[in-house]
Nanobody, 121 residues
Framework: QVQLVESGGGLVQAGGSLKLSCAAS????????MGWYRQAPGKQRELVAT???????NYADSVKGRFTISSENARKTVYLQMNSMKPEDTGAYYC???????????????WGQGTLVTVSS
């Protein structure tokens, strides 16, 4: 069974930096893509950034130039380096993984439990 473990959330002042990590564990699966989504209080969950196993990245316009997503394919881990943070970056950040289960040969999707990021002004 695939599991996602997130870490790195916390409280930071505006202009500061945080780094989130998410590791996928389990057996007999291959990552298609991993990414981060966030949900602010009272708002819908939105995409922050994604990276495919081939290294292609995609960012929300609101974080371009400030956030960087990277991955270690061998460790099935994705990182989100967040710089020049703003109060509007506050929210719960969720790791997402799209993967292929070798046993079923089917693509599946999994969400992490979420980690809270708070940016104070």
């Amino acid at each position: 069974q695939v599991q996602l473990v997130e870490s790195g959330g916390g409280l930071v002042q505006a202009g500061g930096s945080l780094k989130l990590s998410c590791a996928a564990s389990g057996s007999s699966f291959s990552i298609i893509a991993m990414g981060w989504y966030r949900q602010a209080p009272g708002k819908q969950r939105e995409l922050v950034a994604t990276v495919t196993s081939g290294g292609s990245t995609n960012y929300a316009d609101s974080v371009k130039g400030r956030f960087t997503i990277s991955s270690e394919n061998a460790r099935k881990t994705v990182y989100l380096q967040m710089n020049s943070m703003k109060p509007e970056d506050t929210g719960a950040y969720y790791c997402n993984a799209k993967f292929v289960d070798w046993g079923t040969a089917r693509a599946s999707e999994l969400w992490g439990q979420g980690t809270l990021v708070t940016v104070s002004s």
